[in-house]
């Protein structure tokens, strides 16, 4: 039977030199912090293709966590509504072509999405005259939205060290 190791193991193996257990910050460690950022879709017709939606601001060397982040949606948000989510670093870094199709919750790295940049660790770079990023969901798609439908961004990320 063949034995196989992660990266992260490797760093912990008892049997290396050096015998710390600790891995590197922010490879798998750290405490986890959401910030859930409600948005209410002003009318039928406000928001289109390419306009975008700020959700939030965050330090830079944040590290966001796609494989926990989620937008959840109180009814149908309308015939085709799809967002990317990311800073001006990477627009869609964080999530990549996620589709709400019907109300209840869909994950940034659901099967049908394209896989985020950010699944690997990456801490955010801070904009351009700014210590912080400012986090954005970037419409790709809108048809026919349901004024009033709430959609609440849940995004997952750990503080740089």
């Known amino acids: 039977m063949a034995e196989f190791d992660t990266a992260h193991y490797a760093l912990q193996d008892p049997t290396r030199a050096n015998t710390s257990v600790a891995a590197p910050s922010n490879v798998s460690s750290g405490e986890v912090e ?42 149908d948000p309308g015939t085709a509504f799809t967002v990317d989510v990311g800073t001006a670093a990477n627009t869609d870094g964080w999530g990549d ?33 700014s210590g912080n990023a400012i986090v954005y969901a970037t419409v790709m798609t809108a048809t026919a939205p349901v004024a009033g439908a709430i959609l609440n961004f849940t995004l997952a990320y750990k503080r740089g060290r």
């Open 97 to 129: 072509g996620v589709a709400l199709t019907d109300k209840g919750k869909v994950e940034f790295c659901a099967t049908a999405h394209t896989a985020p940049a950010w699944l690997v660790p990456t801490p955010l770079v801070a904009d351009t005259g």
């Open 34 to 75: 959401f910030a859930v950022i409600p948005y209410v879709l002003t009318s039928g017709t406000d928001e289109a293709a390419n306009d975008t939606i700020n959700l939030c601001i965050l330090p830079a060397g944040c590290i966001p966590i796609p494989q926990l982040s989620s937008i959840t949606c109180d009814v």
